[in-house]
């Protein structure tokens, strides 16, 4: 990967629908060689996908929770069993095997605190594998990216 590379992606990830001309215009180099990077860029799993960004708030999503995760860890396809339900959630946006106090950390999605209720219900306490796990509701968000530095 070169400066043009570096360049081309940094652009992308400010607007994936920038037109070809447009990037190419921008970095100096043809149209058909900005094509070529792009399609080798994405070849080699480097831009994994392309995708809108959504705003939370306008979707009624007024509640965002960090939570940090802490499993009894008697057997390994109970782990397993976890991270699956995680992987697969729908208010579960991001989600992290960590090292340190908690064993996973995730950021949940929900309308409201009686939505979060709900899902540490369904979640949380209904999981015999889950020995405790800390919330922190995200007061206001000051940063928030999907953005790498390239």
């Given at each position: 990967m070169d400066s043009l590379d570096r360049k081309l992606l940094a652009r992308l990830q400010k607007n994936a629908k920038t037109p070809i001309q447009e990037l190419a215009q921008e970095t100096g180099?043809?149209?058909?060689?900005?094509?070529?990077?792009?399609?080798?860029?994405?070849?080699?799993?480097?831009?994994?996908?392309?995708?809108?960004?959504?705003?939370?708030?306008?979707?009624?999503?007024?509640?965002?929770?960090?939570v940090g995760v802490e499993l009894e860890r008697d057997r390994l396809d109970q782990i397993e069993a976890f991270k699956r339900k995680a992987r697969h959630h729908p208010q579960v946006t991001n989600f992290y095997c960590i090292a340190g106090d908690s064993d996973f950390i995730m950021i949940v999605m929900a309308k409201d605190m009686a939505g979060y209720e709900a899902f540490t219900h369904e979640f949380f306490f209904a999981d015999k594998n889950v020995r405790k796990f800390r919330t922190s509701i995200v007061v206001s968000t000051e940063k928030a990216t999907l953005e790498l530095p390239v």
């Open positions: 180099a043809s149209t058909a060689s900005v094509q070529r990077r792009l399609r080798a860029l994405r070849e080699a799993g480097v831009i994994k996908q392309e995708s809108a960004i959504l705003d939370p708030q306008k979707l009624g999503l007024g509640i965002t929770a960090i």
